[in-house]
């Protein structure tokens, strides 16, 4: 069952560039949007299939390549042919070099997890995952698939494939969100961001996808210089805190040597008997020539 939800994910990143290739032969630059919405959906199968491999027990090496291969034209290939029809063909020689380093960035990602899988902490993607990757590519391309944008948006979308292909074979740290238990209960509160999400998608799309992508994928480098900043600035209060104490140690006054303590009473010697008591004064001698 997982695998159907792989296949899924390569048919429509393979239609996305269908679509993508007849915007380009047509000049129906609508069809961009619906490429980029094509790959969104693929992402969301892609996270299912594992989630539901690992509820159901049914994970195994073979799925596991399958996947990764299903992953590399879906958000390799595709967000870089996407980009390529949607305006860098006009770059000549660049213009198809920076969608390449893209999608060999994207390669390179996905046999880096493979081999890490079993001593990476499950809880975070070491470099930004694919899947999230594509999203943001397709983000610029869903935000501004009209003609008028692309003098404005080209740029951008250049600077975007570079930066988040080194984003993927970077070592910054991301969410992986699969701790999340979906089986668990959770609170009347959570009602409340998920209708504020829903309607925020509801009244401005393009804004919202492009927000989210552009949050996550900054979210790596930005907590590793928080984190940087958090471990440069707690050993720097430690040593000012160390030194105000000895300040404060150094510019007391001396204290008042105590008292001497009195020194213990000698210990009695042991008890005279009656018997050594004399009964009689002392003995004194008679004067010389005396009466006797």
């Known amino acids: 069952m997982p695998s159907l939800f792989t296949i899924g994910n390569i ?6 560039v269908v679509l993508g290739f007849r915007a380009f032969d047509l000049g129906l630059e609508r069809l961009f ?11 969301i199968l892609d996270g299912l299939d594992g989630r539901i491999a690992r509820l159901v027990g049914t994970e195994s090496e073979f799925g596991k390549e399958y996947d990764s291969l299903a992953d590399a034209i ?3 290939v595709a967000p870089a042919l996407l980009a390529f029809f949607w305006g860098l063909h006009a770059f000549g020689r660049i213009g198809w070099l920076i969608p390449l380093f893209y999608t060999v960035c994207c390669v390179t990602r996905l046999a880096r997890f493979n081999v890490q899988v079993r001593v990476v902490d499950a809880r975070w993607f070491v470099g930004l995952p694919t899947p999230a990757a594509a999203a943001a590519i397709c983000s610029i391309l869903f935000f501004a698939p009209d003609k008028e944008w692309k003098p404005y948006m080209v740029g951008l979308l250049m600077v975007a494939l570079i ?14 969100f699969k701790k999340i238990d979906l089986r668990q209960r959770w609170s009347y509160r959570a009602i409340v961001p998920i209708a504020a999400v829903v309607l925020v998608t509801a009244i401005h799309p393009r804004a ?17 210089a928080w984190g940087r900043l958090r471990r440069s600035v707690g050993p720097r209060r430690g040593a000012e805190a160390e030194g105000v104490g000895e300040a404060e140690t150094e510019g007391a006054a001396p204290a008042e040597p105590a008292p001497p303590e009195p020194e213990p009473p000698p210990a009695p010697g042991p008890a005279e008997s009656p018997l050594d008591i004399p009964l009689h ?3 004194s001698d008679p004067p010389a020539g005396g009466a006797p």
Do not use: C, E, K, Q
Request: aromatic share 18%.
């Open 163 to 176: 930066g988040v292909g080194l984003l993927m074979v970077s070592t910054f740290r991301y969410h992986s």
């Open 33 to 43: 949007m619906h490429g980029a919405l094509l790959v969104f959906v693929a992402g």
């Open 11 to 16: 048919l429509l990143g393979f239609y996305a």
């Open 208 to 224: 919202f996808f492009l927000a989210v992508a552009v949050l996550y994928t900054l979210s790596g480098p930005v907590g590793w």
């Open 281 to 283: 004064g002392p003995r």
């Open 74 to 76: 879906t958000f390799g």
